[in-house]
């Protein structure tokens, strides 16, 4: 009976070897995200040689095209970096710490400690993908009046408040998470 749990355990443990297929898969879609990015960067860059020769309306048109590319290539960019951390974040929590990080004197900021770890940095980087694609469709709109504008301006107000409150939450500040560190220090 003992060899059977043993064998058992022994196949449990390394069932987890099966999230490889989700850090490759990860990386995969990570790398791919950046070369997209990068060429469309590139052919942005091409289009823009016509903006001086053009004329005023012609200039305008690039002008707004040219900011919701790049708006565009700063999300394609986060996504990319939300792969990649998830990808290394996998590896490390459930596979083996990768070596060359830990020997490494750049950031930690793909360094992933636990699963709670790993959320926050994943939720961090999703909250920036969402300021983005905010900035980009308020870029868009046209308002047609003063409510209109308000509401906009409460969605800027609410990102801002969201975003006080992940600062304030990672350095201990503000938050529940922050009270309960602060009354366990006093």
Do not use: C
Not at 9 to 27: H, M, T
Not at 71 to 83: E, K, N, P, R, W
Not at 109 to 127: E, G, R
Request: no cysteine; hydrophobic share 55%.
């Amino acid at each position: 009976m003992r060899f059977i749990e043993q064998f058992f355990e022994w196949v449990l443990w390394n069932a987890r070897v099966i999230v490889v297929l989700a850090v490759i898969s990860s990386l995969v879609a990570s790398v791919a995200i950046f070369i997209i990015t990068t060429i469309d960067i590139f052919h942005l860059t091409l289009q823009l040689f016509a903006y001086p020769g053009a004329g005023a309306e012609v200039r305008s048109g690039l002008h707004n095209h040219a900011i919701r590319e790049v708006v565009q290539m700063i999300d394609g960019f986060l996504v990319a970096t939300v792969l990649l951390i998830f990808a290394m974040g996998l590896y490390e929590l459930f596979i083996s710490r990768i070596d060359q990080a830990d020997r490494s004197t750049s950031s930690r900021i793909l360094s992933v400690q636990s699963l709670d770890d790993l959320k926050s940095k994943l939720a961090k980087v999703i909250m920036m993908i969402l300021v983005v694609k905010f900035f980009e469709a308020g870029s868009r709109m046209k308002f047609a009046g003063a409510t209109e504008l308000l509401a906009f301006g409460g969605g800027i107000a609410l990102l801002g408040v969201a975003l006080y409150f992940t600062h304030a939450s990672e350095n201990g500040r503000g938050g529940m998470a922050g009270r309960r560190r602060r009354k366990s220090d006093d």
